[in-house]
Nanobody, 121 residues
Framework: QVQVEESGGGLVQAGGSLRLSCAAS????????MGWYRQAPGKQRELVAI???????NYADSVKGRFTISRINAENTVYLQMNSLKPEDTAVYYC???????????????WGRGTQVTVSS
């Protein structure tokens, strides 16, 4: 069993900052990448940022220069520092871990339940 749990969402005014945290635990052999996705009402889920085990990152164009993803490999933890938040950043933010399980040695993606981020204008 693998668990992925996010924390750190909330309500913030435009221009403010929030930091999201995500931890993966359980039967994990290795994690290849961890990422943050978001889904706004009536819209499809989209990639926000992703980081690989060697530290390579990729960001959505809409968050470049404002959001920073970081990771502590030894703790299977990933963070998303969000600055200069805009109302259009309002969404449920999901953490995903792309990993190999220690039980089956199969690759798979595991998702958290999401955390709400609301940016007021």
């Amino acid at each position: 069993q693998v668990q992925v749990e996010e924390s750190g969402g909330g309500l913030v005014q435009a221009g403010g900052s929030l930091r999201l945290s995500c931890a993966a635990s359980g039967s994990i052999f290795s994690i290849n990448a961890m990422g943050w996705y978001r889904q706004a009402p009536g819209k499809q889920r989209e990639l926000v940022a992703i980081i690989t085990s060697v530290g390579s990152t990729n960001y959505a164009d809409s968050v470049k220069g404002r959001f920073t993803i970081s990771r502590i490999n030894a703790e299977n933890t990933v963070y998303l520092q969000m600055n200069s938040l805009k109302p259009e950043d309002t969404a449920v933010y999901y953490c995903a871990a792309f990993l190999t399980t220690s039980t089956t040695r199969l690759n798979g993606d595991y998702w958290g339940r999401g955390t709400q981020v609301t940016v007021s204008s």
